[in-house]
Nanobody, 113 residues
Framework: QVQLVESGGGLVQPGGSLRLSCAASGSIFSINAMGWYRQAPGKERELVAVITSGGSTRYADSVKGRFTISRNARNTVYLQMNSLKPEDTAVYYC????????WGKGTLVTVSS
């Protein structure tokens, strides 16, 4: 079993920054990719950013140039979020993709003045 624990969400003013972390633990045999998704109220869950085992990254157009995804050797993935906008408000979910898709419980990010 794999556990994903997210942290770093909270309330921030427009233009501010937050850093999300997601630590993976458990029976991890191989990881194809780790990433972040988000779901705003009344909307579907959407991809924010993903990083593959080879280090390739992909971002949603709405966050390019503002968000940066990274990963350390201990299976922790980070999402540095700069220049936050109110429309970035959502629950952010960590995802680990191996032979099975694993999800964290989510962390709330609220961008408001």
């Amino acid at each position: 079993q794999v556990q994903l624990v997210e942290s770093g969400g909270g309330l921030v003013q427009p233009g501010g920054s937050l850093r999300l972390s997601c630590a993976a633990s458990g029976s991890i045999f191989s990881i194809n990719a780790m990433g972040w998704y988000r779901q705003a109220p009344g909307k579907e869950r959407e991809l924010v950013a993903v990083i593959t085992s080879g280090g390739s990254t992909r971002y949603a157009d709405s966050v390019k140039g503002r968000f940066t995804i990274s990963r350390n050797a201990r299976n922790t993935v980070y999402l540095q979020m700069n220049s936050l906008k109110p429309e970035d408000t959502a629950v952010y979910y960590c995802n680990l993709r191996s032979s099975i898709n694993y999800w964290g419980k989510g962390t709330l990010v609220t961008v408001s003045s």
